[in-house]
């Protein structure tokens, strides 16, 4: 199997600042909390993924893939369908494999909060993505005490401080609880409608 790597725009510039071997071993974002992950995206989404597709583009320089999601509770924007096709960098055709390191993974079969823009992902290509990678995605996970949480996929670490300092993603490795969640996202959502 071929594996290349690809890194966001940015990590680019950083090239020369860190080095190389820095550039191997991650993908560095900055460190947003609920606040800025509602105000900066238009679709909200708590998902179950039913399938995802890879393929390459129509110039064959990058593969992408379809991940087909059910919306099971829907929280801002304007796509109120019940399924929605997000498109993200990456995947695999044939042998050939794409890693987006710091990239969204999303998993047939799992449940995830999401937040969503229409993202120019290519020239001339445009799709609902998860733009801010790992960090726009929030795994639903159950404890063995039956309790529900959301923990940040961008929740390992190696985000960069906020304003504020903060560099532990939203819920740091325990998470949130659900249901508390989605109540401060529903505030924040009515704050921003207010503003």
Not at 69 to 74: L, N
Not at 112 to 121: A, I, R, S, V
């Amino acid at each position: 199997m071929k594996i290349t790597w690809v890194r966001m725009p940015f990590a680019l510039a950083l090239l020369a600042i860190l080095g190389w071997p820095q550039m191997a071993e991650s993908t560095t974002l900055q460190r947003q909390g609920l606040d800025a992950l509602v105000a900066h995206h238009e679709t909200v989404v708590v998902a179950e993924v039913l399938d995802a597709f890879s393929y390459w583009n129509a110039d064959g320089s990058m593969i992408l893939t379809d991940v087909y999601i059910k919306t099971e509770q829907p929280l801002k924007g304007d796509r109120l369908t019940e399924e929605l096709t997000v498109t993200l960098l990456g995947g695999s055709v044939g042998e050939i494999t794409t890693l987006i390191l710091g990239g969204a993974e999303l998993v047939p079969g799992d449940t995830y909060l999401l937040f969503l823009n229409e993202e120019n992902l290519l020239p001339g290509f445009s799709a609902l993505t998860v733009r801010e990678h790992s960090q726009g995605v929030f795994d639903v996970v159950e404890r063995e005490n039956g309790e529900l949480r959301l923990v940040s996929q961008a929740s390992s670490g190696g985000l960069l401080p906020d304003s504020r300092g903060n560099s532990a993603a939203p819920g740091g490795a325990e998470g949130l609880l659900l249901e508390e969640a989605l109540r401060s996202i529903a505030a924040l959502i009515e704050e921003g409608v207010k503003s």
